[in-house]
């Protein structure tokens, strides 16, 4: 029986850590050297893996209701073929610019008191999310897909209020987020709930807060010894943001493991945050931003993935954006630029009002 744990943790840490570390070292080579960090390579290996699994897993929902058994090898595959690019690529890197100047050093030593009372603050979210997890409504629909999708193969094509079969559920058949919870199931012999209340939030609230972090690095980068009273400000925010059942703090701390919260709490902090990248004021037309555009478009189809909601929310905030940018650097090519990295919403928008 220990082993057989052992082999369970081993195989999360594998799924949840290692591939995507791996395969955000593949973005994370078309960016500049000098912003290059483990944390960043983290964030975009976790998108980048997101958004393969819904570019393939939505395909199949469509075309075959017993699916799941096609979508866990072909995924299986594709991440491990990424993560080994990904390691190729960061190796060649490495030998024409040795690893210890590629990475962002990490604002830590001066303000060290606050930074460790940020990680206890993190850790306490994490501690109660992991121990007293909440329940739901919606986990008698959303987690009930997971279960169904691990225990049947089947791919929304059965209610989970009834456990009759039915036809496809047009509503969250492109937002396959359930599907990947089922996935990690199948792959670690761990219960699905078990994957979506205990596990996830131990992912993405980490996840959501380095992407605060990034944010706050380029909001404050001229008052950057700031950053962790500004990471206070975010956790505290975050842990007494339950004043209704709505608010995205809700979400992130009792329903961390739906698509809503992942929603509210990483694709749309990280696509904010891309934004100021790619139009950082004082490198803009300097640096070589592939990366950070190649992030950005992918970050919309783990958008779509998350909830058919984003086919707005994520293109308005994108939309608005670069209107924005394009009056004020008189650029017809940054609202185009934005256009094209919204398609993923516009494809799985039309798709939803054809099927």
């Known amino acids: 029986m220990g082993i057989f744990v052992l082999g369970q943790i081993l195989t999360l840490i594998l799924l949840l850590g290692i591939i995507p570390l791996c395969i955000g070292m593949i973005p994370v080579n078309l960016i500049e050297h000098r912003h290059r960090s483990i944390g960043v390579t983290y964030i975009a290996g976790f998108i980048s893996m997101l958004a393969v699994f819904q570019i393939i897993t939505v395909p199949i929902v469509i075309l075959a209701p017993y699916g799941f058994k096609i979508i866990v090898p072909l995924f299986s595959i594709l991440t491990v073929l990424l993560g080994a690019v990904g390691i190729y690529m960061t190796v060649r890197s490495a030998r024409k610019e040795p690893f210890s100047r590629e990475c962002e050093a990490f604002p830590f030593s001066e303000e060290k008191p606050l930074w460790l009372f940020v990680l206890l603050l993190i850790g306490f979210q994490m501690f109660m999310a992991f121990t007293l997890t909440s329940f739901d409504g919606d986990d008698a629909y959303y987690v009930v897909h997971s279960v169904l999708t691990d225990e049947t193969d089947t791919l929304y ?134 990366g950070l555009w190649i992030l950005l478009l992918l970050t919309n189809f783990v958008a779509a993935m998350s909830s058919t909601a984003s086919v707005f929310l994520a293109a308005m905030l994108i939309g608005v954006t670069g209107i924005v940018l394009g009056i004020r650097e008189k650029n017809i090519q940054i609202p185009l630029r934005l256009m094209i990295c919204c398609m993923p919403l516009v494809l799985y928008g039309v798709l939803f009002l054809l099927i």
């Open 157 to 290: 094509r059965i209610r989970p209020y009834t456990g009759l079969s039915t036809g496809m559920d047009l509503r969250h058949s492109l937002a396959v987020f359930p599907i990947w919870i089922a996935y990690i199931a199948r792959m670690s012999g761990i219960h699905a709930t078990i994957i979506a209340h205990s596990v996830l939030p131990l992912i993405l609230i980490p996840v959501t807060y380095w992407i605060y972090l990034e944010i706050g690095k380029k909001l404050l980068k001229r008052d950057i010894h700031k950053l962790p009273v500004f990471m206070i400000f975010i956790c505290i925010m975050q842990i007494f943001g339950n004043v209704s059942i709505y608010t995205n703090a809700t979400f992130f701390l009792t329903r961390t493991w739906q698509g809503k919260s992942m929603l509210a709490n990483v694709v749309l902090p990280a696509i904010f945050w891309l934004i100021l990248w790619i139009f950082d004021s004082d490198n803009y037309e300097k640096e070589y931003r592939l």
